[in-house]
């Protein structure tokens, strides 16, 4: 497959970024599997990208501990809206940033869907995290499948509501992950046609908020469903900086495939 020019690519740092979700949670097992996947990056030319886990609570200290030194990353998968306080059950980004995890993902679906996540508490956390120079990883994206104006319609929205109150400055630190909500949990990722319009209509709406600019330097990734088989042509397209991945990724050498194909194909 071809490589890509793009005139703007060079600036933006390909990510390649993982959650485990709540599907492994013992800190020994996912320790080994972090090891592995540090010494898989070691010995694969992937120095130019940024690869980054989101590890299910539980684990995240075991991931710290693993990941310090090397060059992958890792962050939580929600915050306390608030550095301190009164949040009972919640993840405190004061313990993220003590652990030397830089990302916080924020917006998924499914805190949305199954922890009724709103876009004013989403907000808060958007901004408690910059606040603080960590990455906020923030997911969009449509619920129900559509195309064309209703698409940008909806995008646009979202990013006016997440986005349009945090400063020029600030806001190119956002990493965006498109993660259509019918796209994540299936067998297939959505059509590769689709994230790339998707991902070209999101770049506009940037554009259409801040300046072009600003909008050239915003990462914007995919998630849903990603997996081996489709992801170099996911990443074939100037406006795709890379992607989120799920269960695809969960296996140590899937994982480490992923990374290698995004890196062949955003090599410098
Ligand atoms: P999935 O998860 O690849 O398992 O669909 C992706 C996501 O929710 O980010």
């Known amino acids: 497959m071809k490589k890509i020019s793009s005139q703007f690519y060079k600036k933006r740092t390909p990510i390649v970024a993982m959650s485990y979700k709540n599907y492994l949670n013992k800190p020994e ?12 990056l070691k010995e694969s030319k992937t120095e130019f990208m940024e690869c980054f886990l989101f590890p299910s609570m539980g684990t995240i200290e075991t ?38 995890g830089r990302y916080v993902e924020l917006g998924h679906f499914e805190r ?20 603080e120079s960590m990455i906020p990883v923030l997911c969009i994206g449509e619920t129900i499948k559509c195309e064309g ?3 940008e319609e ?7 509501e ?3 109150e945090i400063n020029e400055e600030k806001v190119v630190n956002v990493i965006l992950a ?42 914007i990734i995919y998630g849903g469903s990603v997996s081996l088989t489709e992801v170099s042509e996911i ?4 406006e795709v900086d890379g992607v989120f991945v799920g269960r695809f990724g969960h296996e140590v050498n899937q994982f480490l495939e992923i990374i290698q194909r995004v890196s062949q194909m955003k090599e410098e």
Not at 235 to 238: A, E, I, N, R, S
């Open 154 to 160: 909806i995008l646009m929205e979202q990013l006016k």
């Open 112 to 131: 949305k869907t199954l922890f009724f996540e709103t876009n004013q508490q989403i907000k808060e956390k958007i901004h408690l995290t910059l606040s």
């Open 162 to 164: 997440l986005l349009s």
């Open 149 to 151: 104006q209703m698409l």
């Open 63 to 100: 991931v710290a501990r693993f990941c310090k030194g090397s060059n992958l990353g890792f962050g939580a998968q929600n915050i306390a809206p608030q550095k301190n306080g009164a949040y009972t059950g919640e993840f405190s980004i004061e313990s993220l940033i003590a652990l030397g």
């Open 29 to 40: 097992e996912v320790g080994l599997l972090v090891e592995e996947i540090i010494l898989g």
């Open 235 to 238: 990443v074939d397209h100037q």
């Open 178 to 219: 498109y993660e259509p909500g019918w796209a994540i949990g299936q067998a297939k990722p959505a059509s590769i046609a689709h994230i790339h319009r998707s991902h070209t209509c999101i770049r506009r709406c940037c554009e259409r908020l801040f300046t072009k600019e600003i909008a050239e330097h915003i990462r």
